[in-house]
């Protein structure tokens, strides 16, 4: 393992915090340093005010005074939740291909656990039990232009996962793609992101069944007085995943678009398309009833761009092709 200067100084914490007392030799074998280093590191901690103990000869070594405990790590919300995702998705995805993936996740979750607040650290084991994330799809681009603001809010994360957890009715406002709102009691079991986007599965009392709700969409979530359970075994992701192939938008678009991440930030409503960096481009995906509309939208963005799929799309760009020689040849005449 390769160590950082922050990381060096957050292992020793760790190390310091789990013995009685280590040797610098041992502390300069496990961060790869020289023991000089590790006596540098040392007095570094202490000018931050933790109180770091030495001990001199044959049998000395390094502690934190004893009784002393570190405070809990300070974090917002917001920051809870990314690194709990953050380490949610490396899981997922099995940690690139990376052997012992698995228990280096599962123990950088406990620690991060062990030090967080008692609330905060009950919203990140919420958000553990409560999200599934589809591998197939993930969407992570590296880059993101500073006006661009995710459409999912975190506080929606964490509010829907803590009912998941613990089986809390909740009242939504909805606004439909038509702009119609609604409220309507949610059970909410779980939720899935996939394919650039966040949904929220569970019992709808307005519609009497089992739906899936996008989150950029949902408007407020309150608690209601009621209480649910959740049924044994449901499996979210693959209730969504099935009820995404029966929507009525028949066609799923996915186009290479021959232009840098930022700019097709700036012009693809993330509502309409989920976008992904690629090594040529920006790979934009949507679903889609109207294919006539779906061309346009991709004419619209004014970047080069290769259709991937489907090949009827290729049918109605031919058609907005002829529309406008049309146009150019009535003019000209």
Known sequence: MTYSPAGRLLTLLDVLQSRSR???AELADRLQVETRSVRRYMLLLQDMGIPVEARRGRYGGYRLRPGYKLPPLMLTDEEALALTLGLLTTRRLGFFGLADAAPAVESALAKIERVLPVGLRERAQAVQAAVALDPATLVMPEAMPPEYTPKAPARLVLALSAAARQG????LRYIASDGAETVRGFDCYGLVYHDGRWYAVGYCHLRQAIRTFRLDRIHSAKEDDASFTRPVGFDCLAYAIQAFAAWPDAW????LIKAPLTTVYQRAPTAFASLEEATDGVILRAY???????ARFLVGLGLPFIVRQPPELHDALQQIADEIAATLARSAG
């Open 168 to 171: 809390q009715r909740l009242i």
């Open 252 to 255: 799923r678009i996915e186009a």
């Open 288 to 294: 889609e009833n109207d294919l006539d509309h779906a």
């Open 22 to 24: 280590v040797s610098a």
